[in-house]
């Protein structure tokens, strides 16, 4: 009771079902690709336009090559599902960041870069990394393309509430620590399913600590614990990242609005359904070696033994580990790698490409490792150029390609092959994400770069 | 896809694993398609089908063995990706019920805009259907959805599940959340105005 999530979710109660769901009122829709098609059919199938055409942005990223962008898409099935939000947008008078636009990129780095996604919002997305925007002090989640319709049609959504979820994550985060060790720290103590029905407030001294990037990070991974959604207070610092950005409000408006977001916090009598509480001191960078977020340790650590897997899990945690060619007990660390990929919604912001480069400065890619380094946007893009980071990346053997999802799904031609090892810095490790037969280890910017320019598993720290 | 729910008795599909994501259910590679139609060739796509196209005999979609309307699965199914193409998939195989002790929130609610049911059990019933299940494939089980009532047919075990009436009644009787959303855009615009 009267946590952040309640005073954000209730004022935007339209009317309750009876002994059925709520109906909330959603201010943003973001729209890519992938799963909205089948929801603008649904609405030419019964002959509707779209309620409120100026709260929907769409933009392609899934699909879009890293390379060439400004050519037609060479794989025919991607450019027609491309083509076909450009042409759904035009037709219900949406707007659209198009392939090669300027404002182009992930969408939910986009969203926040370009100040549409502000405190105190309802947003939805037919994606699950919608929690991203919850770093704002918003209330956001994934949803399906059913559920775009709905968005679509009446500017409204029917869902049950979530119980509520604190986490805090109390004292000073350790060297070489970022939001991705966090968030993986996180997901590997909660498991993961085990924030499933709720939405979390991430809370405590660590978690304001974080540059509004790292917020973002933390909020996007919320989902791989099962959560609804993630969502942190906005403070002094959200405000100043949204201050002067394109869609923010200006003038009186922005006085208006930032008196309106330092009212957004959880009451000092806030109830949460689950109040969980992690210490700084006790993280280290992270990495996975299964095939679930869930499944991580600290690269000092050893992968855990099957006694120590409950019994209804140990069928499936043996499958997960012959996939990954890996074996119960064994140390990752001097681990041959044969991929790095650093990017995504989850590490694809300006922060990232800095961490990345602050550690490869002056050294040499690995010769045998395959690095693909894509911006979240081309706002990203620009800032890496203007801040010289590309020269950085170009003398340790790098090379930047242009923004878009790419590795994190293998939607586009950016696919590891089977049975090669990456370290990521996407979001899932499920079987075939990165390509079939694809084994990833997540893990945060730090790590990617140390496994990068070493070939194998590399504490970052050693290298610092 | 609407066809309307009632009491279903089906034998199942035994799928014992937990954490079965929708990448998994539906690889990415696969959502490309424009419409909702086709999905259900490509369900479980990489366990079931080998790099050749040919179908890997140890999967229990390819065992004759196995056949039914009902899916049963471990703890937590449908994980990760919000893609409804992982409740299409579903549907379009054939499949109309699945029963697991936890699913995924996303998963669920797109489950039944699909008119696919997802039937929560206790661990105890889960792992007493599986083994129902292998000791005689073609077992049957009872989904009452209007006593809201599970029945192992073998062991009479039976359990409640969780549903809420709204969503039941847009089951029984075919219709989708749309439907209600336009018929109540009155209060939509005097929310907006307030």
């Not at chain 2, 409640?160 to 109540?184: A, H, Q, T, V």
């Amino acid at each position: 009771m009267n946590t952040l999530f309640d005073k954000i979710w209730d004022s935007h109660v339209v009317a309750k079902v009876e002994d059925g769901p709520t109906q909330l009122y959603i201010d943003r829709l973001y729209c890519h690709e992938v799963t909205s098609p089948q929801a603008f059919a649904g609405l030419r199938a019964r002959g509707i336009q779209v309620f409120r055409p100026e709260k929907v942005y769409c933009m392609p990223d899934h699909n879009t090559p890293t390379h060439d962008q400004d050519k037609p898409i060479e794989d025919t099935i991607s450019k027609t599902q491309v083509d076909t939000l450009t042409k759904n947008a035009t037709d219900f008078g949406l707007t659209h960041f198009g392939m090669m636009n300027p404002k182009n990129g992930i969408i939910h780095v986009v969203g926040p870069e370009r100040g549409l996604t502000l405190p105190g919002m309802t947003i939805v997305c037919g994606d699950s990394h919608t929690s991203t925007h919850g770093a704002l002090g918003t209330v956001a989640f994934g949803i399906g393309t059913s559920e775009v319709e709905m968005v679509l049609s009446s500017q409204c959504i029917l869902q049950s509430k979530p119980k509520t979820m604190r986490i805090s994550v109390e004292g000073k985060l350790n060297e070489g620590v970022t939001a991705k060790d966090v968030a993986l720290y996180i997901i590997s103590k909660v498991t993961t399913g085990g924030a499933t029905g709720y939405f979390v407030e991430y809370a405590g001294e660590a978690i304001y600590s974080l540059s509004m990037e790292g917020r973002l990070t933390l909020c996007n991974l919320s989902i791989e614990m099962g959560a609804r959604g993630g969502i942190i207070a906005p403070d002094d610092a959200a405000i100043e990242y949204l201050r002067n950005r394109e869609y923010a409000p200006k003038g009186e408006e922005w006085d208006k609005a930032v008196a309106y977001w330092k009212t957004l916090k959880s009451g000092v009598d806030a109830v949460f359904d689950k109040d969980v509480l992690f210490h700084a001191e006790d993280i280290e960078p992270m990495i996975t070696y299964g095939t679930n977020p869930g499944m991580g340790m600290g690269i000092t650590e050893n992968i855990p033994v099957m006694e120590s897997v409950p019994e209804a899990g140990r069928i499936s945690y043996a499958k997960s580990l012959e996939y990954m060619g890996l074996e119960a007990g064994q140390s990752l660390l001097g681990k041959k790698i044969d991929y790095v990929f650093l990017g995504s919604c989850t590490n694809g912001r300006i922060e990232d490409f800095r961490v990345f480069a602050s550690l490869v400065k002056g050294k040499k890619k690995a010769a045998d490792v395959v690095a693909w380094l894509v911006p979240g946007s081309w706002e990203v893009d620009k800032q890496i150029r203007r801040e010289g980071l590309d020269k950085i990346f170009e003398e340790a053997g790098f090379a930047l390609r242009q923004p878009g999802c790419s590795a994190c799904l293998a939607m586009n031609d950016d696919k590891v092959p089977a049975g090669k090892y990456a370290v990521s810095t996407s979001n899932r490790n499920f079987e075939g994400r990165q390509g079939p037969g694809a084994r990833t280890l997540l893990a945060s910017p730090l790590v990617a770069a140390a496994a990068a320019v070493t070939g194998v598993i590399t504490d970052p720290r050693k290298l610092m | 896809m609407k066809e309307k729910f009632n009491i279903t008795t089906s034998t199942c599909v035994p799928l014992p694993l937990e954490n079965v994501d929708t990448d998994q259910i539906i690889p990415a590679r696969f959502l490309k398609a424009t419409t909702k139609e086709g999905f259900g060739d490509n369900l479980f796509r990489d366990w079931r089908y080998d790099k050749q196209d040919n179908e890997i005999e140890s999967f229990v979609l390819n065992n004759p063995l196995y056949s039914g309307k009902i899916l049963v699965a471990g703890k937590n199914f449908g994980s990760g990706s919000s893609r409804e193409h992982a409740a299409w998939a579903i549907a379009g195989y054939g499949f109309r019920i699945v029963v697991s002790s936890f699913f995924a929130d996303i998963f669920r609610n797109n489950a039944l805009n699909n008119f696919v049911l997802p039937v929560v059990v206790s661990d105890a019933f889960l792992a007493g259907l599986f083994e129902s299940i292998q000791k005689d494939p073609k077992m049957e089980v009872e989904v009452n959805l209007p006593a809201q009532t599970i029945t192992n047919k073998v062991t009479g075990a039976s359990e409640y599940f969780d549903i809420n009436s709204y969503k039941k009644l847009c089951l029984e009787n075919g219709l989708d959340d749309i439907d209600f959303l336009l018929s109540n855009k009155d209060k939509i615009e005097a929310w907006e105005n307030k």
